[in-house]
Each structure stands twice: as structure tokens, then as C-alpha cells.
Nanobody, 123 residues
Framework: VQLQASGGGLVQAGDFLRLSCKAS????????MGWFRQAPGKEREFVGG????????YYADSVKGRFTISRDNTKNTMYLQMNSLKPEDTAAYYCAADLSKKVATTPGPYNYWGQGTQVTVSS
């Protein structure tokens, strides 16, 4: 199983980025997917998640209204559209896959993790 996150970069406050998470080696549509982030010296935190069919999404309060998660099960790929980026969004972003039926907001239940992609937002 491999989750490959990509799309990170260095942007200015107010800019946007789109992250992708390409999955292989698993039946993608059977997994709830999540995005987490981790800044230096901080714990990994939930950003958002999406149900298996893509019909349900959940977001942390800190990103609600600015970030949008989607998935394309035909491409085994999940996306994170990040708009109106803030310096506090700076972190390594990780995608994760979970066989549970519901989106978990803590890292523990997730079975597989990607390697992370760095997002840096300058003020």
C-alpha cells in the first residue's frame, strides 16, 4: 500500500494550493480518507476527512470555509483545495486511509499514511 501526497509549496498569505493524494495497493473506494498536518514542535492535527463515496466531508474549525476535500475513486486520488491560506497553515500535510465507516478526527484509527508534503505560507 502506498499513499503519495504531492502539491505542497511556498506561497504567500491569501494564496491557494491544491494537494493530491494518490493511493495504490488498496481498494481505494473502501477507505475513508483524511488529511492531517503537523507543524514543528506540535502534534499531528486533523484537517479534514471524506467518506468512502465522497458524499460526506468533515473539517477542522480552523480550516472550515477555506479548505475543500474531494476524491475521485476512478483515479484512486483524494484532493485538498486550500484557499485563503494563512501563515498558521504552515505544516507538513499528510494523507491517511482508514477502513472504518466513519471519518476519524484522530490519527490512531488510520491504517495507512502518506509521506507528507510541506506547505509554507509566508506573511
Amino acid at each position: 500500500v502506498q499513499l503519495q501526497a504531492s502539491g505542497g509549496g511556498l506561497v504567500q498569505a491569501g494564496d491557494f494550493l491544491r494537494l493530491s493524494c494518490k493511493a495504490s495497493g488498496l481498494t481505494f473506494s473502501s477507505y475513508v480518507m483524511g488529511w492531517f498536518r503537523q507543524a514543528p514542535g506540535k502534534e499531528r492535527e486533523f484537517v479534514g476527512g471524506i467518506g468512502r463515496s465522497g458524499g460526506s466531508t468533515y473539517y477542522a474549525d480552523s480550516v472550515k470555509g477555506r479548505f475543500t476535500i474531494s476524491r475521485d475513486n476512478t483515479k484512486n486520488t483524494m484532493y485538498l483545495q486550500m484557499n485563503s491560506l494563512k501563515p498558521e497553515d504552515t505544516a507538513a500535510y499528510y494523507c491517511a486511509a482508514d477502513l472504518s465507516k466513519k471519518v476519524a478526527t484522530t490519527p490512531g484509527p488510520y491504517n495507512y499514511w502518506g509521506q507528507g508534503t510541506q506547505v509554507t505560507v509566508s506573511s
